[in-house]
């Protein structure tokens, strides 16, 4: 751990007062983050409305501007305490910011010869901004652990009213209509990063400790599920099924068997529930999109042979450019031209003659980033999962913090698993691995001064 340290004496008073102040707004920005809606999902097309996400003030969106806000009253933060640690998280975040900015050079050198739109390439930069800045405001900001302990559970708790809120919406009829069998009342952004509050809470509700309620969480989970079904959204059901088996093999034989019967006992529950509300659901979920998940022919699901088509696409894009190995930059795009897209208004296509994103955030960082990019990105994103799994490995098993770690670092495979580039998903992952690098900090520290005393001793 590098300590950074700059010049000048601050009050200790003043320095606590800001930094509770700064704590305090970052809250509230969370519980913004996570209520509004990125897009409003209505019964008879998609319709944006005014929110954070879509309307500008002064030119700029309101979600960036509390942002840049917040951004600056880190930077405040950070002169106050005279001291800036840095760890391997902050390397190799670091590093997944170098890739974009070398990105973002390829980028501009290309737009002179395939003429790139500059918004497209300010807007391949957001993931990773956003990504980046909200790790370091996690990470600065919770700086002791009752603000750590304070912030997991107003996440926890700001996740669980949205949800509850999106129930709601289902069961009156708030959303997209689906024929006459299911109401899809949330958005992808949404099931993207909620895993995040599913897996925490579902480690607590197997392995308890004396202050969890027990009662409320459950009905969390059972909430969120019925919601993920409702929904319809293959790749939640996916991420769920990995999570779940990824946390069967980190608990012991005992919680095992509870989460066996909890699966099964919550998902003939929910499944019961939707068949009262929805009876067509169970049929045509089975049929249409279950079934089409183990579909990956170019000629059968029309969702999954876009994606196949996509990927073909790309590949050919970049080959043909010589950019496989450092990638067309940032505002790079791709057109049909080695394999024809299948005419489908839900995929966004339609009608379009070049297309700079995929379905896929793989494939679009292998046409921006380039093999050798896309890899050393994911190269990053793995060490800092493994980082948390080893440190995991050597906290007490009763510990709560070690329960919500565990759900948090399941939380952002899945999230990744999603292969999504939403903007307020990486605003999550960001709040995330700023969260999981703060309490390892914590905790290193903790036990090198308990280390200390016990040799003085």
Same mark, same amino acid.
């Not at 969890?212 to 293959?234: A, D, E, W």
């Given at each position: 751990m590098l300590e950074l340290r700059t010049d000048g004496e601050t009050s200790p008073t003043l320095n606590h007062w800001f930094g509770s102040v700064s704590f305090f707004l970052f809250l509230v920005l969370l519980g913004i983050i996570i209520y509004f809606d990125d897009l409003q999902i209505t019964r008879t097309a998609m319709q944006e409305i005014p929110t954070i996400y879509n309307t500008r003030l002064l030119g700029v969106k309101i979600i960036d501007m509390l942002s840049l806000g917040m951004f600056s009253l880190l930077a405040l933060n950070l002169v106050l305490k005279q001291a800036i640690r840095i760890g =391997?998280?902050?390397?190799?975040? &670091?590093?997944i910011v170098l890739i974009y900015c070398y990105a973002a050079a390829v980028g501009f050198i290309y737009s002179f010869v395939f003429r790139y739109d500059y918004v497209i390439w300010l807007q391949d930069f957001q993931q990773t901004i956003y990504m980046s800045g909200f790790f370091l405001l996690t990470y600065y900001l919770l700086d002791a652990r009752r603000k750590w302990a304070a912030f997991v559970v107003c996440l926890l708790v700001f996740m669980a009213l949205k949800n509850i809120l999106i129930l709601y919406w289902s069961l009156t009829g708030v959303g997209k209509l689906i024929g006459d069998w299911a109401v899809r009342a949330s958005q992808n952004s949404e099931f993207a990063y909620f895993p995040m509050m599913f897996f925490p809470l579902l480690i607590l509700?197997?392995? =308890?400790? %004396?202050?969890?309620?027990?009662?409320? !969480?459950?009905? !969390?989970?059972? !909430?969120?599920?019925?919601?993920?079904?409702? #929904?319809?959204?293959?790749?939640?059901? !996916?991420?769920?099924?990995? #999570?779940?088996?990824?946390?069967?093999?980190?608990l012991d034989r005992v919680s095992r068997i509870k989460l066996a019967l909890m699966a099964a006992g919550g998902l003939s529950f929910v499944l019961v529930v939707i068949s009262i509300f929805f009876p067509r659901f169970l049929?045509?979920?089975?049929?249409?999109? /279950?079934?089409?998940?183990?579909?990956?022919?170019?000629?059968?699901?029309?969702?999954? @042979?876009?994606?196949?088509? %996509?990927?073909?696409?790309?590949?050919?894009?970049?080959?043909?450019? +010589?950019?496989?190995?450092?990638?067309? &930059?940032?505002?790079?795009?791709?057109?049909?031209?080695?394999? $024809?897209?299948? =005419?489908?208004?839900?995929? &966004?296509?339609?009608?379009?003659? $070049?297309?700079?994103?995929?379905?896929?955030?793989?494939?679009?960082?292998?046409?921006?980033?380039?093999?050798?990019?896309?890899?050393?990105?994911?190269?990053?994103?793995?060490?800092? /999962?493994?980082?948390?799994?080893?440190?995991?490995?050597?906290?007490? @098993?009763?510990?709560? %913090? $070690?329960?919500?770690?565990?759900?948090?670092?399941?939380?952002?495979?899945?999230?990744?698993?999603?292969? @999504?580039? +939403?903007v307020r998903l990486f605003i999550m992952i960001g709040i995330n691995i700023g969260l999981t690098a703060r309490w390892i900090t914590l905790d290193t520290e903790e036990r090198a001064l308990r280390t200390g005393d016990s040799a003085t001793a």
């Open positions: =391997p998280f902050h390397n190799a975040m &670091g590093v509700f197997l392995q =308890p400790t %004396e202050k969890t309620p027990r009662l409320l !969480v459950g009905l !969390v989970l059972l !909430v969120y599920l019925f919601n993920s079904l409702l #929904g319809i959204y293959r790749t939640v059901w !996916v991420m769920l099924i990995v #999570g779940t088996i990824y946390l069967f093999f980190h049929a045509l979920a089975w049929n249409f999109k /279950f079934a089409s998940i183990f579909d990956w022919s170019v000629s059968g699901d029309r969702s999954n @042979a876009t994606r196949i088509l %996509e990927f073909i696409n790309v590949t050919h894009r970049v080959m043909s450019n +010589f950019a496989f190995l450092q990638g067309m &930059g940032l505002g790079a795009w791709w057109d049909d031209s080695a394999r $024809r897209l299948l =005419p489908d208004l839900g995929s &966004g296509f339609t009608y379009k003659t $070049r297309f700079t994103t995929t379905h896929m955030w793989y494939v679009t960082q292998l046409l921006k980033l380039g093999f050798l990019g896309t890899i050393v990105y994911w190269g990053c994103i793995y060490k800092m /999962f493994r980082r948390t799994r080893e440190h995991l490995r050597s906290m007490a @098993a009763h510990r709560w %913090e $070690r329960k919500v770690l565990l759900g948090l670092n399941i939380g952002l495979l899945c999230a990744f698993l999603s292969s @999504a580039d +939403f």
